[in-house]
């Protein structure tokens, strides 16, 4: 399988701050990798899909970047309602897995 | 509007069986491969099974490979997820999700809690 590292793990920052989220695939995923937001007691929500595009809906302060084994999520100017946990997660082989996640706190 | 809804989940005692449904509404299901999820309390997000748009092929994660069956009725717009010899390590939040676009999840249901417990 294909395992799906993130970090930091858990950050502290403040609104206005710019965020950065770092996640390494085990092997190379070319471009399936797609980012996720949860809060507490609601489903995953689709963020970026492929590395770099932005689901519909999504604010443009979210931006993805990245190829092979190593991408980012960056938030470019955090909000009150950016505080969440984020996920990254591999669509490169049959079985998908996900990162351990990153929780952004105030 | 595009939304799925899951059900199904319980209590239930280890080794013993129980299925869960999505029912899927604002779309045509046939379209799309079908996912499902879970989060154990307090813990991240894993990814559990998958079926493509005509339910030929199905891939499981190992944690749950030989135990657990992913199916689905298109005609009924539902999605299936048959959980046999269930551990208490199957205790979990349980999601469906949509595959779209370009292998993302991109519609999730509330989830459905499953309990394995004596």
């Known amino acids: 399988d294909i395992q799906m590292t993130q970090s930091p793990s858990s950050l502290s920052a403040s609104v206005g701050d710019r965020v950065m989220i770092t996640c390494r695939a085990s092997?190379?995923?070319?471009?399936?990798l797609n980012w996720y937001q949860q809060k507490p007691g609601n489903p995953p929500k689709l963020l970026i899909y492929?590395?770099?595009s932005l689901q519909s809906g999504v604010p443009s302060r979210f931006s993805g970047n990245g190829s092979g084994t190593d991408f980012t999520l960056t938030i470019s100017s955090l909000q009150p309602e950016d505080f969440a946990t984020y996920y990254c997660?591999?669509?490169?082989?049959?079985?998908?897995?996900f990162g351990q996640g990153t929780k952004v706190e105030v | 509007q595009v939304q799925l809804v899951e059900s199904g989940g319980g209590v239930v005692q280890p080794g013993r069986s129980l299925r869960l449904a999505c029912a899927a509404s604002?779309?045509?299901?046939?379209?799309?491969?079908m996912h499902w999820a879970r989060q154990a309390p307090g813990k991240g997000l894993e990814w559990v099974a998958v079926?493509?748009?005509?339910?030929?092929?199905?891939y499981y994660s190992d944690s749950v490979k030989g135990r657990f069956t992913i199916s689905r009725d298109n005609s009924e717009n539902t999605l299936s997820l048959l959980m046999n010899s269930l551990r208490a390590e199957d205790t979990a939040v349980y999601f469906c999700?949509?595959?779209?676009?370009?292998?993302?999840?991109?519609?999730w249901g509330q989830g459905t809690t499953v309990t394995v417990s004596s």
């Open positions: 999700a949509r595959d779209w676009p370009r292998s993302s999840m991109d519609v």
């Open positions: 604002g779309f045509n299901l046939r379209s799309y491969a």
């Open positions: 079926i493509w748009s005509d339910g030929n092929k199905k």
């Open positions: 092997q190379t995923i070319s471009r399936y």
């Open positions: 492929t590395v770099s």
């Open positions: 997660q591999q669509s490169y082989s049959s079985l998908w897995t």
